[in-house]
Nanobody, 113 residues
């Protein structure tokens, strides 16, 4: 059974940084596409970024050049490095492994102005 556990969220000031982590068990992060999603208050869940099994990454425009996906194969963990955080980044962030339809429980990121 594939399980994803996110961590690293918190309260940070506008312009600050956070690093989210997604620890995966039951599958290897370097063999599968990995996604990050978020759900902002009052909105539906939205795709944020992804990394393919071969290491290609993709980001939605609002986070491009601010967010970076990093894969740690040794720890079977996916990170999302978030810099220059803005109020609109406040959301519950989820890790997703589409090959297994697996989701984590989410980690809350709150940006204070």
């Amino acid at each position: 059974q594939v399980q994803l556990v996110e961590s690293g969220g918190g309260l940070v000031q506008f312009g600050g940084s956070l690093r989210l982590s997604c620890v995966v068990t039951g599958a290897s992060v370097n063999d599968h596409n990995m996604h990050w999603y978020r759900q902002r208050p009052g909105q539906s869940r939205e795709f944020v970024a992804s990394m393919t099994a071969v290491g290609d990454s993709y980001y939605i425009d609002p986070v491009k050049w601010r967010f970076t996906i990093v894969r740690d194969n040794a720890k079977n963990t996916l990170h999302l490095n978030m810099n220059n955080l803005k109020s609109e980044d406040t959301a519950l962030y989820y890790c997703h492994m589409p090959d297994f339809s697996a989701w984590g429980q989410g980690t809350q990121v709150t940006i204070s102005s």
